[in-house]
């Protein structure tokens, strides 16, 4: 079989393309790559152009609606940053289980630090960062100030 390296492009339904595209362009600042009106669909480059991707499709104000997960690297840095950031762009950061949180949660079992928050349609976006301590699994999920 062919090894995979990565994941290169991953996509998420939305019900607005315009208003999806200004939180991930204002909001989340991701640079566009490109944009198909007639298809409704953007690209939006994540980290360096032509690293990986990430597609918005709208489906419109269809009642059946998908929520959709996808996961951002992030720096520990920023990503201990972010809980601040996130409530003062008018976003709720959220632990794994969707319980709103005031730090970022670690997955032990990876082990990496964790950021969840919902994007206008409700999919459910991350960023992540892992971390360089061995896995711990037994510990499940934790509080930031727990593992450290």
């Not at 269809?62 to 840095?77: G, M």
Request: charged share 20%; hydrophobic share 45%; glycine share 6%.
């Amino acid at each position: 079989m062919i090894s995979i390296q990565g994941l290169f492009e991953t996509h998420l339904t939305v019900a607005n393309l315009d208003r999806a595209m200004q939180f991930y362009e204002q909001t989340l600042g991701l640079c566009r790559a490109s944009l198909i009106p007639d298809r409704r669909v953007a690209f939006y480059w994540l980290g360096a152009h032509g690293q990986s991707m990430l597609g918005l499709w709208e489906t419109g104000t269809s009642p059946q609606r998908l929520s959709l997960h996808t996961a951002f690297t992030v720096t520990l840095e920023d990503l201990l940053a972010a809980p601040a950031r996130l409530r003062a762009a008018g976003i709720t950061p959220l632990d794994l289980a969707g319980e709103p949180v005031d730090e970022p949660v670690v997955l032990a079992w990876m082990p990496a630090a964790s950021l969840y928050f919902k994007d206008p349609d409700g999919n459910l976006l991350e960023y992540i960062a892992m971390l360089p301590d061995p896995p711990a699994p037994q510990r499940g999920v934790v509080a930031w100030s727990d593992w450290r």
